[in-house]
């Protein structure tokens, strides 16, 4: 397969990375806005994260993660390792706030980001340009940004996965042939 | 962990199961509309699905799936086996049309759907009646229509994993962070 017909990967493009950025908040405030309480609360037991948690992380990546971290790269380059990030920080941040209050934020930190991203008029040379993250070592500004995007994606997956997972037992039989239920990748 | 706190189940009750297919075209819409071609048309290599194949599957669905097996076991209950579901329909079905007009045709078929749902104003026991599924034997309404909101969320989470998968070389290290590209579940 040439890489004109390869329908499996795609190069990281910088409009195109922004045109799923910019969608993803109203993807889920689509998929999530007045349902009730009890699905936005929902999870997969134990420590795992309802869809409630999910949307506090990803307002607390818009403020400390991806274009914090674009900074650094672009300032600093490798002398400056990256800020840990703390995956455990929305379960004080989201405290005592609705959903409703939190996909608002999330739409404007995002909104906000996006256009600071535009505001970088980032070159190709730029987005080589190479950063340290704390654990995985050198990256590039590209890696960074592309997995903003992938990244935002594994969220919506997830969330889909938590509500499907409550019916898991009201599906019967259908089990065998649910996936996102039985587990099994297709 | 006793029924009440449980967060990982919930009982098939009806408003929420139309809350959550009510939702699904704006959250595919929200996800897709406008994205360049190519994220439309990007699969998983061989003879997986794109984006466009998975929104020309649900159609299909809203025209010969869920509403049409719930009248076959109100009207026949065991004795009359749904029809087989051509999970290739498709690729027919879908060809030369533009993936605007299959958001809209989706939406306006769901829209009708839930509208006829509601028309048959289910009780509890009609959603313990029984039917004939042509491969997994017996089956209840209920289990029916609980079905069709896991299979909705099955879709969303297939077409999160398809665009993400497009970066998976261009993330880079942060592969491992990420379970969408890795395949692990968390």
Redesign the interface.
């Known amino acids: 397969m040439n890489a004109h017909n390869n329908?499996?990967?795609?190069?990281?493009v910088i409009e195109?990375a922004v045109?799923?950025l910019s969608?993803t908040p109203?993807?889920l405030?689509?998929?999530l806005r007045?349902?009730?309480d009890?699905?936005i609360?929902?999870?997969?037991?134990g420590d795992t994260w309802?869809p409630f948690d999910v949307i506090g992380h990803l307002i607390h990546g818009e403020h400390t993660d991806w274009i914090p971290r674009a900074k650094i790269i672009l300032e600093h380059g490798e002398a400056k390792p990256f800020e840990k990030f703390d995956r455990l920080a929305q379960f004080a941040e989201s405290r005592g706030r609705t959903l409703a209050s939190l996909l608002d934020e999330f739409a404007a930190r995002r909104d906000a980001n996006v256009r600071e991203l535009a505001s970088l008029d980032l070159t190709e040379a730029d987005l080589d340009r190479l950063g340290r993250?704390p654990e995985?070592?050198v990256?590039?500004l590209?890696?960074?940004l592309?997995?903003w995007?992938?990244?935002d994606?594994?969220h919506?997956?997830?969330i889909?996965?938590v509500?499907?997972?409550?019916?898991?037992?009201?599906?019967?039989?259908?089990r065998?042939?649910?996936?996102?239920?039985s587990?099994t990748?297709?």
Chains 1, 2 share one sequence.
């Open positions: 329908r499996t990967r795609r190069p990281f195109e045109a799923i969608r109203s993807t405030d689509a998929l007045g349902l009730p009890g699905w609360a929902a999870h997969e037991g309802s993250h995985l070592g990256v590039t590209r890696q960074l592309a997995t995007v992938a990244h994606l594994d919506v997956m997830q889909s996965r509500l499907a997972r409550q019916y898991t037992d009201e599906v019967g039989p259908w065998a042939y649910l996936r996102i239920i587990g990748q297709g």
